[in-house]
C-alpha cells in the first residue's frame, strides 16, 4: 500500500528540518564518497552490493581491515543485533531481514577482517538502499539507531579507503568471475 501524498508531504517535511544532526547529515555525505570509491570495480551489470563488498575485498589488506573493525567494533555490534531489513518488503515478509542476517552471520564467524569488513559494508549498503529510498524517517527511533550506528562506520572506512586507493596509480581490475 502506497502512504498519501500528506503522509509523503510530512516526512519530507521531517527531512527538511533534520536540523544539524550530524548523524542524518553525514551519512550520506559519507556513502556519496563510498560511492565514488566503489565505482572503480562495478562492471556494467553488476548489482551494486557486490561492488560495495568489491572494493573493500580488492583494496584491504587485512591488518587495515582489522583496525577498521576495532575502531567501529560498538557500532557494528550494534548495527548487527537486529540487522536493517530489505524495506521493499514488508516487516512481515520472512525474507525482511534474509540477506542482512546472512551477512551479520559472517560478521560474528569470520576469521577473516576483509570478508568481514566487506560484510559491514553490505549491510550498510542496506541501510543507505532504505534511506535514499524514502523508507527511513528521522522521527522514527529505529531509523535514528540505524543511522547511527552506520555512520561512525562510513566516518573511518570512507577515509581510510579513500587513503588507500589515493596511493594507487593505476587502478587494479578484478579477475573475470568476481
Same mark, same amino acid.
Given at each position: 500500500?502506497?502512504?498519501?501524498?500528506?503522509?509523503?508531504?510530512?516526512?519530507?517535511?521531517?527531512?527538511?528540518?533534520?536540523? &544539524?544532526? $550530524?548523524?542524518? @547529515?553525514? %551519512?550520506? +555525505?559519507?556513502?556519496?564518497?563510498?560511492?565514488?570509491?566503489?565505482?572503480?570495480? /562495478? $562492471?556494467? #551489470?553488476?548489482?551494486?552490493?557486490? =561492488?560495495?563488498?568489491?572494493?573493500?575485498?580488492? %583494496? %584491504?589488506?587485512?591488518?587495515?581491515?582489522?583496525?577498521?573493525?576495532?575502531?567501529?567494533?560498538?557500532?557494528?555490534?550494534?548495527?548487527?543485533?537486529?540487522?536493517?531489513?530489505?524495506?521493499?518488503?514488508?516487516?512481515?515478509?520472512?525474507?525482511?531481514?534474509?540477506?542482512?542476517?546472512?551477512?551479520?552471520?559472517?560478521?560474528?564467524?569470520?576469521? &577473516?577482517?576483509?570478508? $568481514?569488513?566487506?560484510?559491514?559494508?553490505?549491510?550498510?549498503?542496506?541501510?543507505?538502499?532504505?534511506?535514499?529510498?524514502?523508507?527511513?524517517?528521522?522521527?522514527?527511533?529505529?531509523? /535514528?539507531?540505524?543511522? =547511527?550506528?552506520?555512520?561512525?562506520? @562510513?566516518?573511518?572506512?570512507?577515509?581510510?579507503?579513500?587513503?588507500?586507493?589515493?596511493?594507487?596509480?593505476?587502478?587494479? +581490475?578484478?579477475?573475470? #568471475?568476481?
Amino acid at each position: 500500500m502506497h502512504p498519501s501524498p500528506h503522509e509523503q508531504a510530512l516526512l519530507a517535511y521531517r527531512w527538511l528540518n533534520v536540523g &544539524d544532526d $550530524r548523524m542524518w @547529515l553525514h %551519512f550520506p +555525505r559519507y556513502w556519496m564518497a563510498f560511492n565514488a570509491l566503489y565505482k572503480v570495480v /562495478q $562492471r556494467p #551489470g553488476q548489482r551494486e552490493d557486490q =561492488a560495495v563488498g568489491g572494493v573493500i575485498e580488492l %583494496f %584491504f589488506e587485512k591488518d587495515a581491515a582489522q583496525r577498521c573493525l576495532d575502531l567501529v567494533k560498538g557500532p557494528i555490534d550494534d548495527l548487527v543485533r537486529l540487522p536493517p531489513g530489505d524495506d521493499r518488503r514488508g516487516p512481515h515478509d520472512p525474507d525482511y531481514r534474509g540477506k542482512t542476517t546472512a551477512l551479520a552471520n559472517v560478521i560474528g564467524s569470520s576469521t &577473516d577482517p576483509i570478508e $568481514r569488513l566487506s560484510c559491514v559494508m553490505k549491510v550498510v549498503y542496506q541501510v543507505r538502499c532504505n534511506l535514499l529510498h524514502g523508507s527511513k524517517d528521522p522521527a522514527v527511533m529505529r531509523d /535514528q539507531e540505524l543511522i =547511527a550506528y552506520c555512520t561512525p562506520i @562510513l566516518e573511518v572506512v570512507v577515509p581510510t579507503l579513500q587513503a588507500i586507493m589515493e596511493s594507487h596509480h593505476s587502478v587494479p +581490475r578484478p579477475a573475470a #568471475g568476481c
